[in-house]
């Protein structure tokens, strides 16, 4: 399956298979009475917040608004609002399905339960998903938001005054934090384009002068390099970093989830962080806690809720650079994930595992109980393992 969004372990595509491309099917319905959108299985996060901003109302989708719809929310979907809204598939109602044996179902809490759990976390494992219906809340259209970025010297001091400060932080306050570089982009200075920094991405889901105070301390530490936080329209702020990670370059990534940031943690950041040789490379790190601490472990397929953070590594070099580049950015990979492993904490994002991962880490990223769970429903409703070509669920 494609829906013409953004998959780095290159699992859309097969040889010797079927693909489907839903990528003509992006159309959006919202009704601003009941709060719910109709959303097609190849529309991408722009086409979401574009209708729903519309009504200002969103849903919780991912960072970047040239992912899909149709991976991104089966895998379970992180994003700004999160904390303040639940992941995707916390807001997801009801999905119509193609079953593996040609059917076509509506699951939701009513109908096909087993297949609704399962499809909130299951990824790709259960059908094709060719409507997903979602809750929307009211936010912005105008938040608080933007990054601020510090130089990749200050790691060690922000990472400490992060710790705290999210901490204690509002449901509204959605964070990522990034380690690279300064992107080139035209509302940066070119002196600071690609210099090595630590950035946090924030996103206030409420009223844009309770944001502001939020932030003020975040913005008032150290001497940053640049700080880009400004009310700004939501869906802007969900398109500013989509021309650092376009379709058609090259990535290899790894992820973990982590029990906290200890000093350890700090240090293997502030060590790995930055040694990546091209300057596109990066880490990204996500905060959980708030509402989706809160659904309890086994209502949705999803692992990992208890997780306060979730890092993901990502090598990026262009296609016309060199394959030994490219081996070194995959070698940085693996030695960033390597210096964080004896810190994980339960469950890795099953979204942000690559083509190379193996069955053990898919069971990982479930925990045994969700994953068990998974594999009965996969035996029902997938039992030949049709749907195969993704972070795979056996049936059992
Ligand atoms: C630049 C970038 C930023 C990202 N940011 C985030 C983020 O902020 N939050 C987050 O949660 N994840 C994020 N991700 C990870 C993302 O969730 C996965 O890469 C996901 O697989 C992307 O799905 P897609 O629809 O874009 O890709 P596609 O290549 O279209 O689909 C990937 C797989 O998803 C399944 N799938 C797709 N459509 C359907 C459907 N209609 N029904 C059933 N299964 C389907 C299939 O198994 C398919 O092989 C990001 C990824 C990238 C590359």
């Not at 209502?299 to 070194?328: K, M, N, Q, Y």
């Not at 979204?351 to 880490?361: C, K």
């Amino acid at each position: 399956m494609r829906g013409g969004g953004h998959n780095v372990a290159g699992i859309a595509l097969c040889d010797d298979g079927l693909v489907v491309d839903l990528s003509p099917m992006r159309a959006v319905l919202v009704d601003p009475v009941t709060r719910t959108a109709r959303v097609q299985g190849g529309a991408l996060w722009g086409d979401v917040d574009h209708e729903t901003q519309a009504h200002g109302l969103a849903t919780t989708g991912g960072i970047v608004s040239h992912t899909g719809v149709g991976g991104l929310t089966p895998g379970g979907g992180i994003g700004w609002l999160m904390r303040r809204h639940g992941l995707a598939v916390d807001n997801l109602l009801a999905a119509d399905v193609v079953t593996a044996e040609g059917s076509i179902v509506r699951a939701s809490t009513y109908e096909h339960p087993d297949l609704f759990w399962a499809l909130r976390g299951g990824g790709g494992n259960f059908g094709v998903v060719t409507s997903f219906q979602f809750a929307l809340h009211p936010v912005g259209p105008t938040v608080t938001a933007g990054p601020v970025f510090w130089a990749a010297d200050d790691t060690a001091d922000v990472l400490r005054f992060y710790r705290d400060f999210v901490a204690d932080a509002a449901d509204e306050l959605g964070t990522v934090v990034k380690f690279g570089t300064v992107p080139p982009l035209p509302v940066i200075p070119e002196e600071l384009h690609w210099r090595p920094a630590i950035a946090v991405g924030c996103c206030y889901a409420g009223g844009v002068e309770a944001g502001e105070r939020a932030l003020r301390d975040l913005r008032a530490f150290g001497s940053p390099l640049i700080d880009l936080i400004s009310p700004m329209p939501y869906a802007d702020h969900q398109r500013s970093i989509d021309d650092t990670v376009p379709h058609g370059w090259h990535y290899y990534w790894k992820a973990t989830n982590l029990d906290g940031l200890s000093d350890e943690v700090i240090d293997a950041v502030a060590g790995h962080g930055y040694a990546a040789r091209s300057p596109r490379s990066y880490a990204g790190m996500f905060h959980f806690g708030g509402a989706v601490a809160r659904v309890p472990r086994g209502a949705t397929a999803f692992g990992g809720r208890e997780a306060p953070h979730a890092v993901v590594i990502d090598g990026v070099w262009l296609p016309d650079e060199s394959d030994e580049l490219g081996a070194a950015e995959t070698a940085w990979v693996r030695a960033f994930l390597d210096a964080l492993e004896p810190h994980p904490a339960a469950g890795v994002y099953v979204n942000f595992l690559d083509a190379d991962e193996g069955t053990v880490r898919v069971r990982e990223a479930y925990g045994d109980q969700n994953h068990r769970r998974l594999a009965e429903v996969k035996a029902k409703c997938d039992p030949d393992n049709a749907f195969h070509v993704n972070q795979n669920i056996p049936p059992a």
